[in-house]
């Protein structure tokens, strides 16, 4: 069925449940059904047609998520659009799909408006935040925030939220489409194992199952649950984890645009959202907030950090101050990519194992092969994380190579995503992330992993955050290069680098050890809270 028709489904189960909670605004399933009957109506009536692709570059704010399931209605395909892409990114995707219709932020117009002429968009729709307010909150945010957006209005050829329901008004029956279970509903943004930023298209069929696996590996899941859905829904993580399958549970979306941890804090607490998501960086903040270090976090039903490495020494911390403020659960780790929508493996809620990544999700196969190849090694080898599934990605968007590089079928006849990244398997089933082959660094024929050594200079008292590298020494040759940022209290010096360097002798094989060690302010980040390897390297004069 379609992702729409699972929702439905839903509705018809819960229809005066909260669907989500916006700024204080809560919206039942039934009214949320209407609103995207409501919308999948203006779509028809501006031209939208099956197989269309619309673009949606906009934070986790209601009209996202209507005009998502709207066009998922009349069968037409998003692509999803971080909003804060530059406008040249923004130009490349529109063209590359030959999309003819967009939805946008308010906030974020400008850069849709200047590179429009020179892409094939026909509609553009803007949306802003006081739309989806009640009427109250609604006055004041537009006679603050938003009236800096009040030229809009006389601004042509785009078509205001209201306006662009209103289109819709004389629309009696939505068009028939097909049957598209296993057709393409969505398209979400990978560097997949090149870098590359690639569009990988996913199924109806893809997506609904990888929810349901979501709502398997959290049987204490149910349809009074609040999720902090604050994870970005421009990847599939905050899309599908904390919208689609909360959605298809009957549970309500705490939706949240952007955020600090101080907001991210106060809306935690004030919602008591059962379910939070996060990046291991955000979560390192929350601790520091005024407010959670007095917190009860007894009402907490799961917590889970994605999209980066969490390290040992940073897990630790987080459990230990779940603990102290009475949190009955521990921070669970998973591993998945977009190219298998999210998850692949995650820790069970009982007996999960400090540092894995978890166990494969039911129905989801997980092993570890010869680098590239299909071979299965050894549990405790070193070699590639692949899986396989009926979350599979269908391909990347106009990118045949890059597709057969990474879907491959094996021998079983089966079709198995090649990670490009490096873990190893125990007795037990659990898996354990190394860091991605690209950035192995290999010394004197020995394999060297980033993140194993990361988290053992994270853990000496002085360092806040580590990032390592190989740069190039001699020709051919590489060496081990340390980027340290220190915790308040010490200082950068030579004699600091001395001291770290004197600990990681006593942790670290000789091998192994930095050659170089820079100290720097803040580490840089990326759009989604990742360490920039690009910047790193670019410091590093690589």
């Given at each position: 069925?379609?992702?729409?028709?699972?929702v439905?489904t839903?509705?018809?189960?819960?229809?005066?449940?909260?669907?989500?909670?916006?700024?204080?605004?809560?919206?039942?399933?039934?009214?949320?059904f209407?609103?995207?009957?409501?919308?999948?109506?203006?779509?028809?009536?501006?031209?939208?047609?099956?197989?269309?692709?619309?673009?949606?570059?906009?934070?986790?704010?209601?009209?996202?998520?209507?005009?998502?399931?709207?066009?998922?209605?009349?069968?037409?395909i998003?692509e999803?659009?971080?909003?804060?892409?530059?406008?040249?990114?923004?130009?490349?995707f529109?063209?590359?799909?030959?999309?003819?219709?967009?939805?946008?932020?308010d906030?974020?117009?400008?850069?849709?408006?200047?590179?429009r002429?020179?892409?094939?968009?026909?509609?553009?729709?803007?949306?802003?935040v006081?739309?989806?307010l009640?009427p109250?909150?609604?006055?004041?945010?537009?006679?603050?925030?938003?009236?800096?957006?009040?030229?809009l209005?006389n601004?042509k050829?785009i078509?205001?939220?209201?306006?662009?329901?209103?289109?819709?008004k004389?629309?009696?029956?939505?068009p028939?489409?097909s049957?598209?279970?296993?057709?393409?509903?969505?398209?979400?943004?990978?560097?997949?194992?090149t870098?590359?930023?690639?569009?990988?298209?996913?199924?109806n069929?893809?997506?609904?199952?990888?929810?349901?696996?979501?709502?398997e590996?959290?049987?204490?899941l149910?349809?009074s649950?609040?999720?902090?859905?604050?994870?970005?829904?421009?990847?599939?993580?905050?899309l599908?984890?904390?919208?689609?399958?909360?959605?298809?549970?009957?549970?309500?979306c705490?939706?949240?645009?952007?955020?600090?941890?101080?907001?991210?804090?106060?809306?935690?607490?004030?919602?008591?959202?059962?379910?939070?998501?996060?990046?291991?960086?955000?979560f390192?903040?929350?601790?520091?907030?005024d407010?959670?270090?007095?917190?009860?976090?007894?009402?907490?039903?799961g917590?889970?950090?994605?999209?980066?490495?969490?390290?040992v020494?940073?897990?630790?911390?987080?459990?230990?101050?779940?603990?102290?403020?009475?949190?009955?659960?521990?921070?669970?780790?998973?591993?998945?990519?977009?190219?298998?929508?999210?998850?692949?493996?995650?820790?069970?809620?009982?007996?999960?194992?400090?540092g894995?990544?978890?166990?494969?999700?039911?129905d989801?196969?997980?092993?570890?092969?010869?680098?590239?190849?299909?071979k299965?090694?050894?549990?405790?080898?070193i070699?590639e994380?692949?899986?396989?599934?009926?979350?599979?990605m269908?391909?990347?968007y106009?990118e045949?190579?890059?597709?057969?590089?990474?879907?491959?079928?094996?021998?079983?006849?089966?079709?198995?995503?090649?990670?490009?990244?490096?873990?190893t398997?125990?007795d037990d089933?659990?898996?354990?992330?190394k860091?991605?082959?690209?950035q192995?660094?290999?010394?004197?024929?020995?394999n060297?992993f980033?993140?194993?050594?990361e988290?053992?200079?994270?853990?000496?008292?002085?360092v806040?955050k580590?990032?390592?590298?190989?740069?190039q020494?001699?020709?051919?040759?590489?060496?081990?290069?340390?980027?340290?940022?220190?915790?308040?209290?010490y200082?950068?010096?030579?004699e600091?680098?001395?001291?770290?360097?004197?600990?990681?002798?006593?942790?670290?094989?000789?091998y192994s050890?930095?050659?170089?060690?820079?100290?720097?302010?803040?580490?840089?980040?990326?759009?989604?809270g990742?360490?920039?390897?690009?910047?790193?390297?670019?410091?590093a004069?690589?």
């Open positions: 069925m379609k992702i729409v028709e699972a439905q839903t509705i018809s189960k819960y229809p005066d449940n909260i669907a989500y909670q916006f700024m204080g605004k809560c919206t039942s399933y039934s009214d949320f209407s609103q995207i009957e409501e919308a999948a109506k203006a779509l028809t009536a501006i031209g939208v047609k099956e197989d269309d692709i619309i673009c949606i570059a906009m934070p986790n704010v209601p009209q996202a998520i209507i005009l998502l399931y709207a066009a998922n209605k009349i069968g037409a998003v999803m659009i971080h909003p804060l892409s530059s406008e040249n990114e923004i130009m490349g529109v063209n590359r799909v030959e999309a003819k219709t967009i939805l946008v932020l906030q974020f117009y400008g850069a849709v408006k200047s590179i002429e020179k892409t094939s968009l026909q509609n553009v729709i803007v949306a802003g006081g739309e989806a009640d109250i909150k609604r006055m004041g945010y537009m006679l603050t925030q938003g009236k800096q957006y009040k030229y209005k601004e050829n078509l205001l939220w209201g306006d662009f329901l209103e289109k819709g004389n629309i009696t029956a939505l028939e489409v049957d598209r279970t296993k057709d393409v509903a969505l398209i979400l943004h990978s560097g997949g194992t870098g590359k930023v690639k569009g990988v298209c996913l199924s069929d893809s997506i609904n199952f990888s929810a349901i696996k979501m709502m590996a959290n049987p204490m149910n349809s649950d609040r999720f902090l859905s604050v994870m970005p829904i421009f990847h599939g993580n905050g599908v984890i904390g919208v689609h399958s909360m959605l298809m549970l009957g549970a309500r705490v939706l949240i645009p952007r955020f600090t941890p101080e907001t991210y804090a106060k809306d935690l607490l004030k919602s008591r959202c059962n379910y939070m998501s996060g990046v291991p960086a955000l390192e903040k929350l601790m520091d907030v407010i959670m270090k007095k917190a009860d976090l007894s009402f907490l039903k917590v889970f950090s994605g999209a980066d490495y969490l390290s020494e940073l897990e630790r911390k987080i459990n230990a101050f779940l603990e102290e403020h009475n949190s009955p659960v521990c921070v669970r780790q998973g591993y998945g990519m977009t190219e298998g929508v999210v998850a692949s493996t995650v820790n069970p809620p009982e007996n999960l194992k400090e894995s990544i978890g166990k494969a999700l039911p989801i196969k997980v092993k570890i092969v010869e680098p590239g190849g299909e299965e090694l050894p549990h405790g080898e070699g994380i692949v899986f396989s599934s009926n979350a599979n269908m391909y990347y106009d045949p190579e890059e597709t057969a590089n990474t879907l491959k079928k094996h021998a079983d006849g089966e079709y198995w995503v090649h990670s490009g990244d490096v873990g398997e125990d089933g659990f898996f354990y992330f860091g991605r082959i690209k192995m660094v290999v010394i004197n024929g020995y060297v980033p993140n194993e050594l988290s053992i200079i994270e853990g000496f008292e002085m806040d580590c990032s390592i590298m190989g740069v020494h001699t020709e051919g040759a590489q060496r081990i290069k340390a980027f340290i940022v220190l915790n308040q209290g200082e950068a010096s030579d600091m680098k001395q001291k770290i360097l004197e600990l990681c002798r006593k942790s670290i094989a000789k050890l930095p050659k170089e060690i820079e100290f720097l302010d803040e580490m840089p980040k990326t759009k989604v990742k360490v920039d390897i690009k910047a790193l390297r670019e410091k004069g690589q």
